[in-house]
């Protein structure tokens, strides 16, 4: 069962509050399709909202999306149109029939129930890791299934890392509708490492924490679509330098230990939830009109 009737529950239960304590991540997990719109893509990738969105149907002659329940299968058509190109070439590769394709967005985007702070325009999209080896998967399956980590210790890749995997992600990143990729950074440094060509796709693909189970893509905002908003691009360069050293490094990886703070001092404050006046003002109309 989807996580829209709690949403909806949610929803119900703060109306005095709405607008005051985060209500837009309510208001658009409780929505269960997309606005009937020209799709078009609406502020950032982490403050944002899509009309029009489409659906990445559950099964495809070359993908199957997981997790179904979360109802985050819907997307920008530009974004969706990429899955299932890239879904073709990874059935290519020994082993993979397809893609296994997780999270995508919201039917209306926006901020999520739980989990992601971006993909919130229909332009991010996650991809597991586990190469599917069959593309039948019942609905109880996928919400089950578990991905599979490519590293143990977050300094190398284990033996789930396979040339399947360099060969999508590469094919990925050298798409020029591909903005970035976000992977765990074994992954890059291998890829630097392994490299002997063009290297020029290796600036898209930039190492961030978590993305060892999945990796993310983020596309371009569509040309002509100005109310959506470009991340500042990458640095120059292929970004296989020092920086990139640092990721695998104990100032990153190792803990450090966290000051003592004093029994009457106030407990740290976290992120405020966005509240739907944080969002672009066409997101309003988008959330509540057909």
């Not at 606005?35 to 944002?48: F, H, I, K, Q």
Request: hydrophobic share 35%; charged share 20%.
């Amino acid at each position: 069962m989807r996580l829209l009737s709690l949403a909806a529950a949610l929803l119900c239960a703060v109306p005095a509050v709405a607008n005051e304590w985060g209500s837009a991540r309510l208001e658009f997990g409780a929505v269960d399709g997309p606005s009937l719109a020209v799709p078009e893509a609406y502020g950032s990738y982490a403050r944002g909202c899509i009309a029009g969105a489409v659906e990445l149907e559950e099964t495809g002659p070359t993908w199957q999306a997981m997790r179904l329940s979360r109802n985050r299968n819907w997307g920008h058509p530009e974004t969706i149109d990429f899955l299932k190109e890239l879904s073709v070439f990874a059935a290519t590769q020994p082993g993979w029939e397809g893609l296994y394709i997780g999270d995508i967005s919201q039917p209306r985007g926006g901020p999520m129930l739980t989990g992601h702070r971006s993909h919130q325009m229909g332009l991010d999209a996650d991809i597991w890791m586990l190469p599917p080896d069959r593309l039948n998967l019942t609905y109880n399956e996928r919400q089950n299934l578990s991905s599979i980590p490519i590293t143990d210790d977050f300094r190398t890749l284990n033996e789930n890392w396979g040339d399947g995997h360099f060969e999508v992600i590469k094919r990925a990143a050298q798409d020029p509708r591909i903005a970035r990729i976000f992977v765990t950074a074994p992954a890059k440094l291998h890829m630097c490492a392994t490299e002997t060509g063009d290297r020029s796709y290796l600036r898209k693909i930039r190492p961030w924490w978590g993305h060892f189970y999945h990796f993310h893509i983020r596309l371009h905002c569509p040309e002509g679509e100005a109310g959506c908003r470009n991340q500042a691009p990458p640095p120059p360069g292929d970004g296989c330098d020092e920086t990139l050293a640092w990721w695998v490094s104990d100032d990153a990886l190792v803990p450090k230990p966290r000051p003592v703070r004093p029994t009457n001092a106030p407990a740290p404050r976290g992120r405020a939830p966005l509240r739907l006046a944080d969002l672009p003002e066409q997101c309003a109309p988008i959330l509540r009109t057909q």
